[in-house]
């Protein structure tokens, strides 16, 4: 469980407990239920995490509503945009093993996730990971509830996949942006995990025809 849960948790317990004793337990039930609301909502289970070569995992639970070709900072990439409702997991988890380059926090507005514009105008920290062959980044924005970002990684920090390295409070989104020879495994609709769920292959051929030689190799002796 992320420590925020207690946070929230703690102070709308005690305000149970002295209401219940002030007056009866019927005052006191609508705070002890918010804050098992905030003890379910900040859960933070164990994922099991892909080992395969070139697998990038999904930085968050939720619905893939987006999956394109995008430019920017001058290049081409693939997007995966994953929606986060209030019901899901919003601890958020490293796609690939490597090197935290860039961290980068804007300010901007607290548009509905869904909407397509909150990945450019939303509040949003974007952070950019290379490793595994490979170069990833991924946005944590905030959306018409979430107005909390937390990442607790710094440039120059190593992080392996599927390492957690922050979380968003309450609906938000995360858009991650992959090279434009990743192949996704994703659709529009999927449901996923963080951590455990991959949504593409980076140098996927390659390394299985590396594989295979290999194979082809131990075979020949």
Do not use: C
């Amino acid at each position: 469980m992320v420590r925020d849960a207690y946070y929230y948790a703690v102070p709308l317990l005690g305000a149970g407990v002295v209401l219940g004793w002030l007056t009866n337990l019927w005052w006191s039930l609508p705070a002890i239920l918010l804050a098992a609301f905030f003890l379910w909502f900040f859960r933070d289970p164990e994922r099991a995490i892909p080992a395969g070569s070139g697998a990038l995992v999904s930085p968050a639970d939720g619905k893939v509503t987006d999956v394109s070709s995008v430019r920017a900072g001058g290049s081409e990439w693939k997007r995966i945009s994953i929606f986060l409702s209030v019901v899901d997991v919003h601890v958020n988890r490293s796609p690939i093993g490597g090197e935290i380059r860039d961290v980068r926090y804007r300010k901007g507005k607290f548009l509905n996730a869904l909407n397509m514009l909150s990945a450019e105008e939303n509040e949003q920290n974007e952070v950019t990971v290379e490793g595994e062959g490979q170069t990833v980044i991924f946005k944590q924005i905030a959306g018409l509830l979430a107005r909390r970002i937390v990442f607790t990684k710094r440039v120059g920090d190593r992080v392996e996949r599927g390492e957690r390295v922050g979380l968003i409070k309450f609906g938000s989104r995360v858009d991650v942006l992959l090279e434009p020879s990743a192949r996704i495994e994703v659709k529009v609709g999927d449901r996923v995990k963080g951590g455990s769920s991959i949504l593409a292959y980076q140098n996927r051929e390659p390394v299985l025809a590396e594989e295979a030689r290999g194979q082809s190799r131990q075979g020949a002796h």
